[in-house]
């Protein structure tokens, strides 16, 4: 039976505990029941009342295709919400190779104390010192770790930018190729890692037992069948392996819905030069991987590896929401600034989404000129320093509008917008208003029935059937986090009958306790239950659940819709 | 009939309107009400569709003692709730000699548009340029005014940090010497006055006209009373006028609620150097002044002129909350240098309260060390320039604290507290949770009853009476913004039997409308519900009406008194 790990960052002291309360959940089933439980939801999420979860999902450890990825909740620093932050790499994969389900960070040390390094063993942590890596960016500082626990160790890590508790911090988790590129982006919880003064968390190398299944023939049935699954449907077998979520930039700026010049327009011109296909040919010329997975067990590999002009290394996990936030949304049509944004974000450890519309933020401000590039690059080099710019920067992009005085802000609940203009695509509209989370496109991506037609046809323009398919994939996607899986998997999903029946078998075959379709659904409305819980507790209300009123009072071009749904209606795209 | 003077600060259009529906309304009553039933909750508060409204209060113009406060009104964008900022100076008493109740900027300039100066006269509104003061402080650029339009000058003006849109930032108002030295303070009017791309405002000085009275006979008599009444409690007519509002230095510290160190301890070692009473002794020496009137009118002469140590002019307007806060609250116990920080706050036209607190997170942050004045006055000369760090600052408390991970942070409603532990002095507590204001003593100042035994006498370290106690003084206090009259007036009101109808016949003579007791209660009660309204309306709930979880969970030195109102409780403080 898995356990789990709490470590208390004052004391020192740790306990490896039963599941107890929290038995039957995984991910963020688990992360958002334990915060919702135990975190005060009026405290200062960087006060010692606050607690830090990293949790695998319920298959996390076994051989299920794409069951790889970890939630961290906690209070966020951003939205002064309930967060769950999803990230792949190794890590979920690993945890259960210790015995664990979870480890929890408690308390917090003293003002100045300094940074640890945690080495956590099947029966022991090690509180190490960390000043090989204080101070250092991801990459360097993940080096360093290398070599001392060897070139696979797996690792969860914050950047300068969490150290400073900056509000866009993330934490980085290493990836199969041992490099620091998977970022639990959302929500600043690289701040409550610094606020807890760890600088990484370190899984011992020597753990490397197999999980046991409860029941391996009849995973192995289910397990074969789900792989099917995943790789015969175009999406998750053609479209994101070969151009990852970048293939998205075409298809949105087609839709008119690629916000532009900070949500100002919905086409952006120079998109041609930051396109998916333009990027896996660059890919190609340069000798990278087009084709890559960001965790051991990956069978989307909608990941890649883009090298600069020399063919040297520059960054992975380059995803459509950043280049749409580097690119069209600050007039950036330079595919290799870009991918330099990209990398400088994961050294640094902050949230490519806060950060690319903050570069947006300070061109409103007047701090740098719309579509210069260099500049916003010199500006993503000052985060994590010690430069007060970069304080101002890696806070966030509520944080940089307010300190430039900018009142056109796409943010909901104080998190920045993602790559799809709510006008022109409104369900997922819905869902930033909506979602426990703030504003987050993976909390429910309505853009399936919206755009890319999977799992339905629901007009993207109109109001029509908005509210329902926001909720059901709200639903859908908090249970998919709380098995660990991939959200990517949901492509196929929607679109096979069996599907979620083949996953309920996977999850009893691996638990040896019966799962039923219902009960995989009803794990997500329990789990979106408990955040909207903390969020009341927390002081959110119905105003909360609403976009910037600019989205109302100005038409996006090309097809000039306004944002048209009242917070009332809205309503009924949260569980009940 | 007085007027209202609406300015489009776009179009530059602008109308004299009859009141209308704002008949019968003046000061606070007239700016919550305005704001209220014009500004959109959900608006953004640098956004167009937010306006900002300077009123007189119903006996402005009179010559009534001490009713020259001019009431300031917005949605906060420091709060994000609505706001009055009230203000001494001339202003007040020169607006109906051009015919006006009130001011009212609307709309917004394009971004980067050029600041302007607006001339405000009886028929017109001319847009002057300002680039002669734009990016001066407050005295210079008040300095240049003056050598155009002459010494008795009468402006609003907003300092450097008001032009970048921070956060703390004030308007400054001329008083009887022509100096800019009154701060409308709290809650960022200077941000929304510089999004508006307003530099300064002012009022022709050629409007001399004397304000009739309806019943001048009647007027006389209730004016003469109305003196006698203030310049014979001991309050009105000894310990303020000879100590300022430093006298309550010693008196706060000595029941042990003077917030040290970032409220952790409720007595400071370094009192006595920081006193009112070696203030006014420091004040005598340096052939200063130690009574001296915010405006034309006063007879309770709290203000003074506040020399340097070369017998220079330093700052005036120097009151306890800036001197607990610059001086106990960061362990400094220099008053030449609290009050050069009092006056560099005027220069860049940031709020004292939130600047103070602001340094205590700098401290906190470990930015520079506790104590440190010199090094405090370095980071103050940074706001208002194209220093980052001053825009950090300039944004005040919540937002420092933001920028440099501190988890203690004194606000509600993001509004800084002021310099009265809740802890040990409840009544005010009550009020900091539950005034519309955000964190506030003026607007329900119950250390009146708690300490000063002023209109009765409610034990400040007990929860029993400080409900009814704040809820009581809320409407008062909004009632006396609205005529205009000083809060200190309160002192002398509450023990006086007849206070209150002198002042209901003051204002029907002034009026020539029928005025009770009643009614002035009831102009209280109606401005609370207003402004109440348009807070839940911008989202505002029950969790935003209590204080940080540190006040509940460490006790206070030396009483070690904790905060011990649930927000359920608080309730009860609020207009029904």
Request: some cysteine.
């Amino acid at each position: 039976m898995l356990k789990i790990l709490r470590i208390n960052t004052r004391t020192r002291e740790y306990r490896f505990e039963e599941l107890g309360q929290y038995a039957g959940l995984g991910g963020r089933a688990l992360t958002s029941r334990l915060v919702s439980t135990e975190v005060p939801a009026s405290c200062h999420p960087l006060s010692a009342a606050n607690k830090l979860v990293m949790a695998g999902g319920i298959l996390a450890g076994s051989s299920a295709a794409n069951s790889g990825r970890t939630s961290v909740g906690a209070k966020s620093p951003l939205t002064g919400g309930i967060k769950e932050s999803n990230v792949g790499g190794q890590f979920a994969h690993k945890l259960p190779r210790l015995g664990l389900l979870a480890i929890v960070l408690e308390d917090k040390p003293e003002a100045g104390a300094p940074f640890v390094k945690l080495l956590i063993k099947k029966d022991s942590v090690e509180f190490l010192p960390a000043e090989d890596i204080v101070g250092k960016f991801n990459y360097p500082a993940h080096d360093v770790v290398k070599s001392v626990f060897g070139e696979k160790a797996v690792t969860a890590m914050i950047g300068p930018a969490g150290e400073q508790c900056l509000m866009a911090s993330t934490i980085q988790f290493s990836d199969p190729d041992g490099r620091p590129s998977r970022s639990a982006g959302r929500g600043g919880m690289g701040a409550v890692m610094g606020s807890k003064r760890v600088k990484a968390i370190i899984l011992d190398p020597e753990a490397k037992d197999a999980v046991p299944m409860a029941d391996p023939e009849k995973f192995k049935v289910a397990r074969k069948r789900w792989v099917d699954i995943l790789t015969s449907h175009p999406v998750t077998s053609q479209g994101l392996p070969t151009y990852g979520t970048a293939i998205l930039v075409n298809i949105i700026n087609e839709v008119g819905a690629l916000p532009t010049k900070n949500f100002r327009e919905g086409r952006f011109a120079g998109v041609a030069k930051i396109s998916g296909e333009t990027m896996t040919e660059t890919i190609k010329a340069r000798g990278g991987q087009y084709k890559h997975g960001c965790h051991t067990g990956c069978v989307i590999q909608c990941s890649q590896v883009y090298n600069d002009k020399d063919g040297n290394y520059l960054t992975t996990g380059f995803e459509y929401e950043t280049i749409w936030g580097f690119g069209a949304n600050i007039l950036v049509d330079d595919l290799d600034d870009i991918a330099l944004m990209d990398r400088l974000c994961d050294e640094a450890g902050v949230d490519t989404i806060e950060m690319a519309n903050g570069m947006a933020m300070a061109m409103e401000g007047g701090l740098v000129p719309w579509g210069d590039s260099k500049a916003a690059i010199e500006l993503l080099r000052k985060v994590g320093t010690a430069d007060p710019l970069g304080r101002i920067l890696g806070n966030g992009t509520s944080f940089i509008a307010q300190a430039f005085g900018v009142d056109r802000v796409p943010v909901v609940k104080k998190q920045a917008l993602p790559a799809y203009d709510p006008r022109t695509v409104k369900g997922v509209g819905v869902t930033y208003a909506t979602t426990p989370m703030g504003g987050d496109h993976t909390a429910g991506y309505a853009v399936c029935q919206n755009v890319l037609k999977v799992g339905g046809d629901v007009p993207a323009m109109g109001k029509a059937g908005q509210i329902e398919v926001s909720k059901n994939l709200q639903i859908a996607t908090a249970a998919v986090d709380s098995l660990g899986l991939c959200l990517f998997v949901a492509f196929a999903v929607l679109d096979t009958p069996d599907a979620l029946s083949v996953v309920a078998d996977m999850v009893a075959a691996a638990t040896g306790k019966p799962c039923t379709v219902d009960d995989i659904v009803n794990m997500g409305v329990n789990t979106l239950k408990d955040e909207l819980a903390f969020n009341k507790a927390a002081g959110f209300t119905i105003k909360d659940d609403q976009l910037p009123d600019f989205f109302k009072n100005e038409a996006l071009p090309p097809h000039n819709t306004t944002w048209d749904f009242t917070a009332e209606e809205l309503q009924a795209a949260k569980v009940g």
